[in-house]
């Protein structure tokens, strides 16, 4: 085993459990940083993160900590209970963490404001070619609380004239590599993803495309955004708003597979709060 | 050679953490559990009002399904051990009420009521004339439970409170099932020390070695607890609101048409999950516990013969038994999952395992308890060795088996309404998905029918056992 591997399994070790114990002292003035999981899922280890951590820290001068919670909602009682200070949100945790305990929007990729949905096709169920195609299949989400994996989908299969409740038999995985592997496998017939999870799942050979053939592209939507807690520190907020903007590091901005970032703003979310508020998903 | 050194060290690396952890919060844990506990216990064998209300008390915490506990402590506390030590401790302390009441209860009482007839005080009384009756059963019990807490330990880490749970699901999110195997082999050998050592402690050691085996644990617990990264005094200081405010959120429980069609379909799944898990572990477990019980092995039924090639049989059923027994059905179940796909059949298949693993044992006792000499006289008047055992064990243990099986029932329906938040249906499944959606309302309303549901089946079996008067504990 290389020292590399070895190293990244001890610290995966130390921030998978997000907790606890004698093993390392408290820094009273450490920024505390959670992903929702699927980003832990596709940019596999804790150590690649590093580049994020090194610029929050020269961006801030404070320690950072990473926290992987093992579902969506967990990361939004996070920020509401001061567990975390900046959480990375997708469209409708974001909208929920907001309404539900005042998260502030930070700054986003340029793709997260036109980003897609893609629907996968098993190539162990037969053809599928449309939406409508879908009625009587069974048919994989991600986490309920994921905009790509879940409203989104279910939004554009109404369009579509498919009531997923009632015409599919459906089921949820928890995070989008789950959904990848449900419908590659054949246990469902079809599954929505979220568009950068698959092609990252593609290019690491994790996932055979022809095994899961996208039959199906969303309409572009609004997604994942940084947000930080009510009540944090506002010159903290701003050195961690201009380490984002400013930054230029080619590792960092492949980790997080974008190009730059922008400032993110609450109101261009209301579309997808109505959407949710529609699906009963708010 | 080197590189193998390397291997381990590192294997054992990325296991200390979440073991560590693991052991923090069942270490922490445990004297919440016993110091609420015990009084409770004393206090509802005593009888009177306080008592009727305390067992009511327990009954419901005990209702509650762990993860329900969990979700409000780590929302109120927010991650780390701390949320789960507690969560745990409470659940902990409502099952030795329960337990250690129904110890005392069954203990003769004259010895307490002989003293305090001599004049002496209550407390002398009850620690000289009942206690030291009660002791292997209160030590027995008390190290059940320590290690049913180690296994739920995974249940409070799936919701964000640390320790091998959260490692676990962490890891398959990451598709790291190597890890993911490496976590699951060390909480079954955490739950095999545990049961090892309480073992030891229960057969042969003097009290105040199993009270100093309390003691440690509870140090380290605290300890841990104390030192852990997460500030626990603020988070102490600052849970009473939130907690409030999160009550208040649920309030009033949002019984809905949707919600009630859903928790009908649920309630079904649920039972049908109990009910398979429990049947079909109970007859698995049935063959396991006649090897097990040596009926095959060492021809305790005097006259059937010693067969020494089927001593095997006997240790790999044994070995079978415990690992069926020590893998958390939660941990199970994710790696069902993986065979029969989402939905109740995972939770099925895992709590067939589980209750194998555990009735297994518990029969192949109930088998060994009974009387052989109806078997051998049978033996020696010229019956096989198979028809003695039929004939002549196995009526003599039925109650006893029954009545484990009872108490596996009630088990499982608890463990089935948990089960779904790994995706294995039933209610649990509806509890972790309005849980998600942070839909409180409703995720009251279903946690009032998962607590409807378990006191309900509690009351028939209850009845059950007062028809066919069966009892848990021989006396």
């Known amino acids: 085993m290389s020292l590399s591997r070895a190293l990244f399994i001890r610290s995966a070790a130390g921030i998978a459990a997000t907790a606890a114990l004698p093993l390392s002292a408290s820094a009273a003035d450490e920024l505390r940083v959670a992903f929702i999981p699927d980003v832990a899922t596709t940019a596999a280890s804790y150590a690649e993160k590093q580049p994020l951590v090194d610029m929050l820290q020269r961006a801030t001068g404070r320690s950072v900590r990473l926290i992987i919670p093992t579902n969506y909602a967990a990361t939004v009682e996070a920020i509401g209970n001061e567990g975390v200070d900046l959480a990375y949100f997708g469209a409708l945790t974001y909208v929920k963490a907001n309404q539900r305990y005042g998260a502030r929007p930070l700054v986003q990729r340029l793709e997260d404001r036109r980003f897609h949905s893609l629907f996968i096709a098993s190539a162990a169920n037969g053809a599928l070619d449309s939406l409508k195609e879908l009625k009587g299949k069974t048919f994989a989400f991600g986490d309920v609380n994921s905009t790509s994996g879940h409203l989104i989908p279910v939004k554009e299969m109404l369009e579509a004239g498919v009531n997923p409740d009632t015409e599919l038999k459906t089921r949820f995985t928890g995070n989008h590599t789950a959904t990848a592997i449900a419908v590659s496998s054949g246990q469902v017939d079809a599954g929505a993803i979220d568009e950068t999870v698959y092609r990252k799942l593609v290019a690491d050979k994790t996932l055979d495309p022809a095994k899961a053939r996208v039959f199906y592209t969303s309409k572009p939507f609004i997604d994942y955004v940084w947000a930080v807690r009510k009540d944090l520190d506002s010159s903290l907020v701003t050195s961690i708003r201009h380490g984002f903007l400013e930054a230029n590091d080619p590792k960092f901005l492949a980790l997080l597979r974008a190009t730059r970032y922008v400032t993110a703003n609450d109101r261009e979310y209301d579309v997808i709060r109505e959407t949710a508020k529609k699906l009963d998903l708010l | 050679m080197l590189a193998t050194a390397v291997d381990v060290r590192a294997t054992l690396d990325f296991l200390r953490t979440p073991v560590l952890e693991t052991i923090a919060i069942a270490a922490g844990a445990l004297p919440i559990a016993i110091l609420l506990g015990a009084p409770a216990a004393i206090t509802i064998a005593r009888g009177g009002r306080a008592g009727v209300v305390l067992r009511a008390l327990a009954a419901f915490v005990r209702a509650i399904p762990e993860l329900v506990l969990a979700i409000v402590f780590v929302v109120a506390l927010g991650f780390g051990a701390v949320p789960g030590t507690l969560a745990l401790g409470l659940s902990g302390a409502a099952t030795i009420a329960k337990l250690y009441a129904e110890i005392l209860e069954s203990v003769r009482r004259e010895p307490e009521e002989a003293l305090r007839a001599t004049g002496a005080t209550a407390t002398a009384s009850f620690l000289v004339g009942l206690v030291p009756a009660a002791w292997p059963g209160l030590i027995g019990f008390g190290a059940y439970t320590?290690?049913?807490?180690?296994?739920?330990?995974?249940?409070?880490?799936?919701?964000?409170?640390?320790?091998?749970?959260?490692?676990?699901?962490?890891?398959?999110?990451?598709?790291?099932?190597?890890?993911?195997?490496?976590?699951?082999?060390?909480?079954?050998?955490?739950?095999?020390?545990?049961?090892s050592a309480s073992g030891i402690l229960r057969a042969r050691a003097p009290a105040w070695m199993a009270l100093a085996a309390f003691a440690i644990v509870s140090l380290v617990g605290i300890v841990a607890l104390a030192t852990s990264t997460h500030d626990p005094w603020h988070a102490f200081a600052t849970a009473p609101p939130r907690v409030i405010t999160y009550l208040a959120r649920a309030i009033p429980p949002a019984f809905t048409p949707t919600v009630i069609g859903n928790a009908a379909?649920?309630?079904?799944?649920?039972?049908?999950?109990?009910?398979?898990?429990?049947?079909?572990?109970?007859?698995?477990?049935?063959?396991?516990?006649?090897?097990?019980?040596?009926?095959v092995a060492s021809g305790w039924v005097r006259g059937t013969g010693y067969r020494p090639w089927s001593v095997v049989p006997a240790f790999v059923a044994r070995v079978v038994l415990v690992i069926a027994r020590s893998v958390p059905p939660i941990a199970v179940a994710l790696v069902a999952l993986a065979y029969v796909g989402l939905g109740p059949k995972a939770g099925a298949a895992a709590l067939a395992i589980h209750t194998a693993g555990v009735l297994g044992k518990l029969f192949a006792e109930s088998l060994e308890l009974g009387d052989t000499l109806p078997a051998e006289a049978l033996v020696a008047s010229g019956s096989s060795g198979l028809a003695a055992v039929a004939v002549g064990i196995v009526p003599g243990a039925f109650a006893a088996m029954s009545a484990h099986l009872l108490y596996r029932w009630e088990w499982n329906v608890r463990a089935s309404t948990t089960l779904g938040i790994v995706g294995a249906g039933g209610l649990g499944q509806q509890i972790f998905n309005a849980q998600q959606l942070l839909h409180d309302r409703e995720l009251l309303a279903y946690v009032i029918v998962a607590i409807v549901l378990v006191l309900g089946s509690d009351r028939i079996t209850q009845l059950a056992r007062r028809r066919f008067e069966l009892r848990t504990m021989e006396r």
Do not use: C, K, Q
């Not at chain 2, 676990?168 to 999110?173: D, E, P, R, V």
């Not at chain 2, 049947?279 to 516990?289: C, R, W």
């Open chain 2, 146 to 195: 320590f290690e049913s807490i180690m296994r739920a330990a995974v249940i409070v880490g799936v919701v964000g409170a640390g320790g091998l749970g959260s490692a676990m699901i962490t890891s398959l999110n990451l598709l790291d099932y190597g890890a993911f195997g490496w976590y699951v082999a060390a909480l079954v050998a955490l739950v095999i020390a545990v049961d």
């Open chain 2, 265 to 295: 379909w649920s309630v079904l799944e649920t039972l049908g999950v109990a009910i398979v898990g429990t049947l079909v572990g109970a007859i698995a477990a049935i063959p396991l516990a006649f090897l097990v019980a040596g009926v």
